[in-house]
């Protein structure tokens, strides 16, 4: 736009000046004349109404102000290096090769754990409030309980997603709130973070609408379950 407008200008001034005066007095000048355009002068002294926001066109996310802008150019996740560590087995990864999330006592992998953080800063923005939480890394003893305990929800352990550290579960304030989960189908794939088709209505596995994986590394893993 702001081009567009330098351009024509640009070339509207030269032909003012070329209008030759019949009368034998001084010619207009380009300054006094109205040319039908701003001139050059005028084009960058006026506001520039084009976007120079950094946000990720995320719909849905409207920074309603300065504060809320510089927020989402944070860090998402301090302390979190975001790098993808394998160290351990399912279950058995070493809490120094996870990162702490905003809620205590969750973890995920590097990776995983930052696409989430920025999904939930832009969640944030939107809704005021943090994704919750009920479970995320998972570890092994924890993953056998559950399967003692949830036959029919719950991966053999040694198998879950969340023993990678790259499944999270989703408090039912989250998956009862329509437009949220609306929201987070919408935007969460472009963090990579996604509820996979097995766990939709209709997907050949449980219905587990609270259940998200960070497709990247689920993926990468060849690994496929709650
Ligand atoms: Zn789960």
């Known amino acids: 736009m702001l081009l567009a407008a330098l351009g024509a200008a ?7 000046d ?3 005066p019949d009368n034998g007095l001084p010619g207009p000048t380009a300054r006094h004349v109205d040319l039908g355009y701003p001139t050059p002068h005028e084009v960058l002294a006026s506001p520039v109404h084009a976007s120079t ?7 849905g996310v409207r920074p309603t102000s300065e504060s809320a802008s510089r ?9 979190c290096d975001g790098d993808a560590r394998t160290t ?3 279950g058995q990864i070493p809490a120094s090769d996870l990162c702490s999330l ?3 006592n969750h973890m995920l992998r590097g990776d995983a754990a930052v696409a989430l953080a920025e999904l939930n800063t832009n969640f944030r923005a939107v809704y005021g409030r943090d994704l919750c939480l009920t479970d995320s890394y998972r570890p092994l003893a924890v993953q056998r309980r559950l399967a003692q305990t949830k036959p029919t929800l719950a991966a053999t352990p040694g198998r879950s997603n969340h023993g990678w550290g790259l499944a999270v579960d989703l408090c039912n304030t989250v998956t009862g709130n329509a437009s ?4 987070l189908r ?3 794939p472009t963090y990579g973070w996604d509820n996979p088709p097995w766990a939709r209505r209709g997907g050949s596995g449980p219905y587990e609408p609270w259940h998200w994986e960070y497709t990247p590394g689920t993926t990468a893993m060849g690994s496929n379950w709650s």
């Open 10 to 16: 640009t070339i509207a001034v030269p032909v003012a």
């Open 88 to 90: 351990g087995s399912n």
């Open 102 to 104: 905003w809620e205590p």
């Open 53 to 59: 926001s950094l946000l990720p066109a995320v719909r």
């Open 71 to 79: 927020s989402l150019d944070r860090d998402p996740l301090p302390g």
């Open 186 to 188: 919408a935007n969460g």
């Open 180 to 183: 949220a989960m609306e929201w």
């Open 18 to 20: 070329m209008v030759a």
